[in-house]
């Protein structure tokens, strides 16, 4: 449907995106991930026409449905990051005000408001002022005035960020629910559990989009090795064997082994979760070993056990991450 074509953007001297080249196919769920300050709403920005790119361009293929005149006739629906929406409105009055800025009449808006706040289940809510609606329902009413034009391609900005786990669900099954009605949706998100709900995803790190496929393949064809290790010393002691130079910070015991095995040749990063380390590795036996003789070199009496497991979105990424662009 959309095609970014080494775009990029500056603000001053900082730039948000580098040259960034994705395909939005039509039917997709396509997630922007990455951390804050990725660059994610910048290119969404670029994306919806909202800002002008320095560099690059985005090519709209043919209408996919609706009408209006951007993109190609695509008719585009955007909710941005920020609750932006009227406080001091009624739910229906918010929805009316965008049906208007849409040019719709009044019973079109009406129509439409009540089939998607059914599907929201915002209807019983409809004369609550907003300022009133929780997390959840304030980004559901967001994605109501996004959808009152019945969008083809629907842009959404960060839609769950600091929403509760339950209304992320929901809100992710009227994604769904929308999707499988032909809508297009391009989302930007922090968070890889959302990561694996879309369709296909784009990696950004630092501006720059460092790896775009489906989630399997994403995680198929991650070229390491991940080993969940435990470490159990067999002195007890107050601080069991660890010497002093190599003891955590604030979490100590349970981080003390990650500054021990990261900089191990084959190591990619070690994170800690639990009383468990995930090590991403090249080759799991060799790093075993590696581990092993580094506790042996510190003079750690300590058993290491180690099991190989799936990698997941976060593994990918952070590997990704980690392999480093600057
Ligand atoms: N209008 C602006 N003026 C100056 N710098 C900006 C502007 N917009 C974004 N930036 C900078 O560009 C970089 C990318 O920001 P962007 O908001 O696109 O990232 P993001 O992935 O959406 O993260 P976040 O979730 O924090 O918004 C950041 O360093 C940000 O400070």
Same mark, same amino acid.
């Given at each position: 449907?959309?095609?970014?074509? /080494?775009?990029? /953007?500056?603000?001053?001297?900082?730039?948000?995106?580098?040259?960034?080249?994705?395909?939005?196919?039509?039917?997709?769920?396509?997630?922007?991930?990455?951390?804050?300050?990725?660059?994610?709403?910048?290119?969404?920005?670029?994306?919806?026409?909202?800002?002008?790119?320095?560099?690059?361009?985005?090519?709209?293929?043919?209408?996919?449905?609706?009408?209006?005149?951007?993109?190609?006739?695509?008719?585009?629906?955007?909710?941005?990051?920020?609750?932006?929406?009227?406080?001091?409105?009624?739910?229906?009055?918010?929805?009316?005000?965008?049906?208007?800025?849409?040019?719709?009449?009044?019973?079109?808006?009406?129509?439409?408001?009540?089939?998607?706040?059914?599907?929201?289940?915002?209807?019983?809510?409809?004369?609550?002022?907003?300022?009133?609606?929780?997390?959840?329902? /304030?980004?559901?009413?967001?994605?109501?005035?996004?959808?009152?034009?019945?969008?083809?391609?629907?842009?959404?900005?960060?839609?769950?960020?600091?929403?509760?786990?339950?209304?992320?669900?929901?809100?992710?099954?009227?994604?769904?629910?929308?999707? /499988?009605? +032909?809508?297009?949706?391009?989302?930007?998100?922090?968070?890889?559990?959302?990561?694996?709900?879309?369709?296909?995803?784009?990696?950004?790190?630092?501006?720059?989009?460092?790896?775009?496929?489906?989630?399997?393949?994403?995680?198929?064809?991650?070229?390491?090795?991940?080993?969940?290790?435990?470490?159990?010393?067999?002195?007890?002691?107050?601080?069991?064997?660890?010497?002093?130079?190599?003891?955590?910070?604030?979490?100590?015991?349970?981080?003390?082994?990650?500054?021990?095995?990261?900089?191990?040749?084959?190591?990619?990063?070690?994170?800690?979760? +639990?009383?468990?380390?995930?090590?991403?590795?090249?080759?799991?036996?060799?790093?075993?070993?590696?581990?092993?003789?580094?506790?042996?070199?510190?003079?750690?009496?300590? +058993?290491?056990?180690?099991?190989?497991?799936?990698?997941?979105?976060?593994?990918?990424?952070?590997?990704?991450?980690?392999? +480093?662009?600057?």
């Amino acid at each position: 449907m959309i095609k970014v074509e /080494k775009l990029g /953007k500056d603000f001053g001297h900082i730039t948000a995106v580098y040259e960034v080249t994705i395909d939005v196919f039509a039917g997709n769920i396509f997630g922007l991930v990455g951390p804050d300050g990725a660059g994610k709403t910048t290119l969404l920005r670029v994306i919806c026409g909202l800002i002008v790119p320095d560099r690059g361009q985005v090519l709209w293929a043919q209408a996919a449905g609706g009408q209006g005149k951007r993109g190609n006739g695509v008719v585009l629906g955007y909710m941005p990051q920020r609750f932006s929406l009227y406080g001091d409105l009624t739910v229906m009055e918010n929805i009316n005000f965008f049906g208007a800025l849409y040019k719709l009449k009044r019973p079109v808006i009406r129509e439409r408001a009540d089939e998607i706040l059914e599907m929201t289940g915002l209807l019983p809510f409809k004369d609550r002022l907003a300022d009133n609606l929780s997390g959840g329902m /304030k980004q559901k009413l967001a994605l109501t005035c996004a959808l009152v034009n019945r969008p083809a391609l629907l842009v959404l900005d960060e839609p769950t960020y600091g929403v509760d786990p339950q209304s992320r669900k929901e809100f992710w099954r009227i994604l769904y629910r929308l999707n /499988k009605q +032909g809508m297009t949706i391009i989302v930007s998100t922090p968070y890889m559990d959302e990561a694996e709900l879309c369709t296909r995803v784009a990696f950004m790190n630092k501006g720059r989009v460092v790896a775009v496929d489906s989630p399997s393949r994403l995680k198929s064809n991650f070229p390491y090795q991940v080993l969940e290790v435990r470490v159990e010393t067999r002195r007890a002691g107050p601080v069991g064997d660890v010497p002093p130079q190599s003891r955590g910070g604030d979490d100590f015991p349970y981080n003390r082994h990650i500054g021990l095995f990261s900089d191990l040749p084959g190591v990619v990063y070690v994170s800690l979760y +639990g009383d468990k380390y995930r090590v991403v590795v090249e080759d799991g036996e060799a790093a075993r070993r590696a581990m092993e003789n580094r506790l042996a070199e510190k003079g750690i009496n300590a +058993g290491l056990y180690c099991t190989e497991i799936n990698p997941t979105m976060e593994d990918v990424f952070i590997a990704l991450a980690e392999k +480093g662009v600057e």
